[in-house]
């Protein structure tokens, strides 16, 4: 894309970088689906553009369900912030910092794991991200009840709360926060701000925009990765649709470029 077909959402951005910020999930949207979650990895060029961006901007933060160390693998500028597993742990640069509460649940993520290995579904892969827990069905879509059903129970049994999620439906700790909560303290002294996600776990983050717009007058630009496991109501509330996670990285360089320019007129 041209620098002049930058969609008009970013205009407030643009004009004020230094009271703007841009938060993006990572699965989905910075790097493809892949059917062994272990296995994932960021577009070439994500790193990079990050940074840059982290440089011109008042905050840029990566929000995900993974765990901050996985995406420190390869996103570790000294000013992009992380927040892993739905905001349990945060890391901006070599700081960390991890929500008070999911101490005490290390025990009952533990437990639902063994759980998993004496009587899960056979189909169902473990993914322990040591205070929460995924379950996955990607390679058995057809598992996709049993698992669920399996999950239910645990989470009963051991008060963990249960998310759905890509392919797979997660055990968190009910400790009262997800991406909208995140986005929503990150960008509460903002004027603008961006979020790029494609799945059910980032509907919070864009609620936290749309709430963030009607209380304080926040100018805000909700951009959605379409893939052919996009769920309509993730689709729905689109300021901007692009194609894949490539042309979320494109979109972000072509905002990077349009920034770059700015400053030097």
Not at 100 to 122: F, M, Y
Not at 167 to 178: Q, R
Not at 191 to 208: K, N, Q, Y
Request: hydrophobic share 45%; charged share 25%; proline share 7%.
């Amino acid at each position: 894309m041209a620098s002049a077909d930058l969609p008009g959402v970013f205009a407030p951005l643009l004009a004020d970088p230094g009271t703007a910020g841009v938060f993006t999930d990572f699965d989905g949207t910075l790097a493809p689906i892949v059917d062994v979650p272990d296995q994932a990895t960021p577009l070439p060029g994500v790193r990079g553009v990050l940074d840059d961006l982290s440089e011109r901007l008042a905050t840029v933060a990566v929000i995900s369900g993974r765990p901050v160390a996985f995406i420190q693998r390869w996103l570790d500028g000294p000013r992009v912030v992380i927040s892993g597993l739905y905001g349990l742990e945060m890391a901006i640069g070599d700081e960390r910092l991890d929500h008070p509460r999911i101490g005490a649940w290390r025990e009952a993520v533990d437990d639902v794991v063994a759980a998993a290995g004496a009587d899960g579904p056979g189909e169902m892969f473990v993914e322990n991200k040591g205070v929460s827990v995924t379950l996955h069905y990607r390679e058995h879509p057809e598992a996709a009840p049993a698992v669920l059903a399996w999950a239910r129970r645990q989470a009963e049994r051991s008060g963990l709360e249960l998310r759905s999620a890509r392919m797979s439906v997660e055990l968190h700790p009910p400790v009262g926060t997800d991406k909208g909560a995140v986005l929503a303290t990150m960008a509460s002294q903002l004027r603008s701000a961006c979020f790029i996600g494609d799945d059910i776990g980032d509907l919070p983050a864009f609620a936290a925009l749309d709430r963030l717009r009607e209380e304080q007058g926040l100018s805000v630009a909700k951009v959605v990765v379409r893939s052919s496991e996009l769920p309509a109501e993730v689709a729905a509330v689109a300021d901007v649709v692009v194609e894949g996670p490539e042309a979320a990285l494109a979109l972000l360089e072509q905002l990077s470029r349009a920034l770059a320019r700015s400053s030097t007129q």
